[in-house]
């Protein structure tokens, strides 16, 4: 286990090097000059080595000195600005959500002003591009994912169903639409997401069977598939999460004739403890009220 210098000598180091005085850093810290002086006698042991010299009435940093401030300063820094990052999560009306990016785009973010009608009083954090594994109240309240944690500790709901469509630009679409399964597939290049490489489960087979078709761009970010699809670049098997507004907006269309195909539902999760605020409990009865009304919890 390495040896680590006491905080109060570090602070009393950093203070002593900005303001190049054991005087002045011990006025700015509440301390006697000679506990200032002791905390660097205290450092030096520490490094080995020297890190003031006397000036005059004042002090200088040597050149080992002065190396080792810039790692102070840089460490305190980090100290001091975790703590404003962790700030947030000491007020009440603060929920912090884990989800697919998805779900935040596709599902929440076209929901937010409803939220704010709802439930403007609360500060949403969203954390995406995580795998949540289990469910700690304090830094997890809610998880949004297709993946289920079944535990004693862990209140799990079905939130979503999903399906994953053929998409395409309105051009493309309008050139397609007459167009029979499965030959509209050799009528524009296929944009394929690398997590799911065959494109579509029944893709294999067909080709099997002696269909032909082309790829014109492999990605890792579906969303990357729907911008492509968009700007008229082939067809697409997204998620409707995925698909999202520009599914609403009408910059990209489904081909009806091309059959989708069932993805793992969406499950909200929490801790099956109590709430650490009625601001949790308030967005998780939010979300499940608002999937409910859909009917059968569809994305659709």
């Given at each position: 286990m390495r040896?680590?210098?006491?905080?109060?000598?570090?602070?009393?180091?950093?203070?002593?090097?900005?303001?190049?005085?054991?005087?002045?850093?011990?006025?700015?810290?509440?301390?006697?000059?000679?506990?200032?002086?002791?905390?660097?006698?205290?450092?030096?042991e520490w490094t080995g080595q020297p890190l003031f010299r006397r000036i005059g009435r004042g002090v200088a940093l040597t050149?080992?000195?002065?190396?080792?401030?810039?790692?102070?300063?840089?460490?305190?820094?980090?100290?001091?600005?975790g703590r404003d990052r962790i700030e947030p999560y000491g007020n009440p009306d603060s929920v912090i959500v884990v989800c697919t990016a998805e779900f935040a785009s596709g599902w929440l973010m076209p929901r937010m002003r409803a939220f704010s009608e709802a439930l403007g009083n609360i500060e949403v954090w969203l954390v995406t591009g995580e795998d949540v594994n289990e469910i700690d109240r304090v830094d997890v309240d809610l998880v949004v994912s297709p993946k289920e944690i079944r535990t004693p500790e862990v209140v799990c709901e079905h939130l979503l169903d999903e399906e994953a469509v053929a998409i395409c630009g309105p051009a493309t679409e309008r050139r397609l639409r007459s167009v029979p399964f499965p030959d509209v597939l050799t009528q524009a290049p296929l944009l394929v997401h690398e997590a799911r490489p065959e494109w579509a489960p029944w893709l294999p087979d067909l080709r099997r069977n002696g269909l032909r078709t082309r790829r014109a761009m492999t990605v890792s970010d579906p969303r990357f598939l729907v911008a492509a699809a968009g700007q008229e670049l082939g067809i697409a098997m997204v998620s409707r999460l995925a698909a999202g507004d520009a599914l609403t907006s009408g910059r990209i269309k489904v081909l009806p004739q091309v059959p989708g195909f069932a993805l793992a539902p969406l499950w909200l999760m929490r801790s099956a403890q109590p709430a650490r605020s009625a601001a949790v409990n308030a967005v998780h009865e939010w979300m499940l009220r608002l999937s409910r009304s859909q009917g059968d919890g569809s994305t659709r």
């Open positions: 040896r680590l210098p006491p905080l109060q000598a570090l602070l009393a180091f950093d203070a002593a090097a900005r303001l190049g005085s054991f005087t002045r850093a011990a006025q700015e810290l509440a301390l006697t000059q000679s506990a200032i002086s002791h905390q660097i006698q205290q450092l030096e050149a080992a000195g002065s190396l080792y401030a810039q790692t102070v300063t840089a460490a305190l820094t980090t100290l001091a600005d």
